[in-house]
């Protein structure tokens, strides 16, 4: 598959082809929709609580004598009908993770750079080193490949100028290409990678998929 490969200032580009791996008919996509939703889950903390009116303090003491008062019956100024009472069916502590298996999760990590790069939302870039390790200078060369958006760069690894030059762009994210996962290839409008990300990456996926073609009728 062929892909844009723009120079270190994102001034010249030329198309040249990588080893991406292909796939035909829609083998992957139900991998991918179940990785980005265990990701989401697995993200969420669980902690909302709230108190029963048997776990609300006080309340022991009945507010009023049963009858004679012209009043409803109550037995406990703790009711959920009251201000300051218990909450019924409220929300509790819960574990929202999922679990994908590692064949799912490499599944779905080719199919979703496959996807973005049949799109012509994949751009390579040869390095990320500008002249200077300024946010200027890293700012006009997203703004060359990506005018607007939210863009992911991704490099093997950053170095620690680049990483301060480019970290405090409001709708730029950084990654490495060893912990890029499915939901970053999801998330953003645009992705940059560099060479050696890019190989790095294309590393990954022929060593956990073993084939650089898949057909709807291919068994995983």
Known sequence: MKLKVYSIDATNSSEKEFDIPIFKGDKGVQAVKEVVVAHQANARQGTRSTKTRGEVRGGGKKP???????????????SPLWKGGGVVFG??????????????????????????????????????????????????VVSRIAPKGKVLLVDAPFTA?????????????????????????????????SAKALEAILARTTRTTGAKSWSAQTRF
């Open 64 to 78: 009023w004598k049963q009858k004679g008062t012209g009043k409803a019956r109550a037995g406990s100024s703790r």
């Open 91 to 140: 929300p509790r502590p819960r574990d929202f993770s999922k679990k994908s298996n590692n064949k799912v999760k490499a599944l779905a990590f080719s199919r979703a750079l496959f996807n973005r790069a049949f799109s012509g939302e994949v751009d390579v870039i040869e390095s990320f080193s500008p002249a200077q390790p300024k946010t200027k200078l890293i700012n006009q």
């Open 161 to 193: 100028e680049t990483f301060r030059a480019a970290r405090n762009l409001e709708r730029v994210n950084l990654q490495e290409a060893s912990k890029l996962n499915t939901f970053d290839l999801v998330a953003y409008s645009r992705i940059v990678l």
